[in-house]
């Protein structure tokens, strides 16, 4: 079974940026299914952050990360990544990607339609 692996996660000072990185290593992503960033903060739930289609690249996001992050996709290196840019104390997560089991048009948003769950990657937010 492909499992996916984030990496680029850190402490950064609010306000910086990090770019989080999704792949399959050694694996090439099945079928044409869209991806997705999930986070979860302690004592939370896990919460959608962002989804991109195959075909179209038509992202999506959570209104709280709007215009602040950036989902995007290399097809060549399978790879998919995060940009988060003036990132908030609040962002503070341990990010995960996962696949679209649904190929639901747009994404879900539910955790449970998605599949492939990496070990996640954890952003520090410090003031």
């Known amino acids: 079974q492909v499992q996916l692996v984030e990496s680029g996660g850190g402490s950064v000072q609010a306000g910086g940026s990090l770019k989080l990185s999704c792949s399959a290593p050694?694996?090439?992503?099945?079928?044409?299914?869209?991806m997705g960033w999930f986070r979860q903060a302690p004592g939370k739930e896990r919460e959608f952050v962002a989804a991109?289609?195959?075909?179209?690249?038509?992202?999506y996001y959570t209104d709280a990360v709007q215009g602040r992050f950036r989902i995007s996709r290399d097809n060549a290196k399978n790879t998919v990544y995060l940009q988060m840019n003036m990132l908030k104390l609040e962002d503070t997560a341990v990010y995960y990607c996962?696949?679209?089991?649904?190929?639901?048009?747009?994404?879900?948003?539910?955790?449970?339609?998605?599949?492939?769950w990496g070990q996640g990657t954890q952003v520090t937010v410090f003031s």
């Open positions: 996962a696949k679209d089991l649904s190929r639901s048009v747009p994404p879900p948003r539910n955790p449970a339609a998605y599949g492939y």
């Open positions: 050694g694996r090439t992503f099945t079928g044409t299914n869209p």
């Open positions: 991109i289609g195959w075909f179209t690249s038509t992202t």
